[in-house]
């Protein structure tokens, strides 16, 4: 079952706008990650957010996390041709073993140069 | 630092059939997980492996099974091959007491006909 539901599903920019994506989970969180995944390849790690964090940067990037919402979302700023993927937001829960990683279906990211 | 390399990366096979898909973990790491992607969708968990033994399963049957190895390499096998097996098997690795986001494979795109 998938945990994060991303929105909106598909996303098409103009080279040099901003991206917001969002995600909803259902269940405690113990920290949120956001992947990014090109041509249906692997998945690569961009950021991790704990549950006691509200903002986190890193590079372009801006993530947000709202608990009490169950919500997430995800800024890529000066959007690139090269930031066009599939972006995913994956949660791992909070107690008992954090070994399961539950992702959402994903944005579809298309930035058009 | 390498990163987590699985193969074959393509692999096509007859409804009935058993495959394995061959995973090795990124230099480091202590614990793999295997996730399948179907066409449009989220990963989905399979399992995971530390110290050789299987330390959570997510919804799927007993046919799809797996091997962690002394070196951290891993194997995951499915018995009995469906139609609706065709998918994107991703293994990821991790360390155990680390909190950070997994480094995924390529992964293996098992087609079967």
């Known amino acids: 079952s998938q945990q994060g539901e991303e929105d909106p599903q598909a996303l098409s920019i103009q080279e040099g706008e901003n991206a917001t994506m969002n995600c909803s989970y259902k269940?405690?969180?113990?920290?949120l990650q956001w992947y990014r995944q090109n041509s249906g390849r692997g998945l690569v790690h961009l950021i991790l957010?704990?549950?006691?964090?509200r903002e986190k940067h890193s590079g372009r990037l801006r993530v947000t996390l709202d608990t009490s919402k169950k919500s997430s979302s995800l800024l890529i700023t000066a959007s690139r041709a090269a930031d066009t993927a599939s972006y995913f937001c994956?949660?791992?829960?909070?107690?008992?073993?954090?070994?399961?990683?539950?992702f959402g279906k994903g944005t579809l990211l298309t930035v058009n140069p | 630092e390498t990163g987590v390399t699985q193969s074959p990366t393509h692999l096509i096979k007859t409804r009935g059939q058993q495959v394995t898909l061959r995973c090795s973990s990124q230099?480091?790491?202590?614990?793999v997980s295997w996730y399948q992607q179907a066409l449009g969708q989220g990963p989905q968990f399979i399992f995971q492996?530390?110290?050789?033994?299987?330390?959570g399963r997510g919804n799927f049957p007993p046919r799809f099974s797996g091997l962690q190895f002394p070196n951290y390499s891993s194997e995951l096998n499915v018995n009995a091959l469906e139609l609706d097996d065709s998918a994107l098997y991703l293994c990821?690795?991790?360390?155990?007491?680390?909190?950070?986001?997994?480094?995924f494979g390529s992964g293996t795109r098992l087609t079967v006909v």
């Open positions: 957010i704990r549950s006691n964090e």
């Open positions: 994956a949660t791992y829960p909070s107690g008992g073993s954090n070994y399961k990683l539950t």
């Open positions: 269940t405690s969180i113990n920290n």
């Open positions: 230099s480091g790491h202590n614990t």
């Open positions: 990821a690795s991790s360390r155990v007491g680390t909190i950070r986001g997994y480094t």
């Open positions: 492996y530390y110290r050789e033994e299987e330390n």
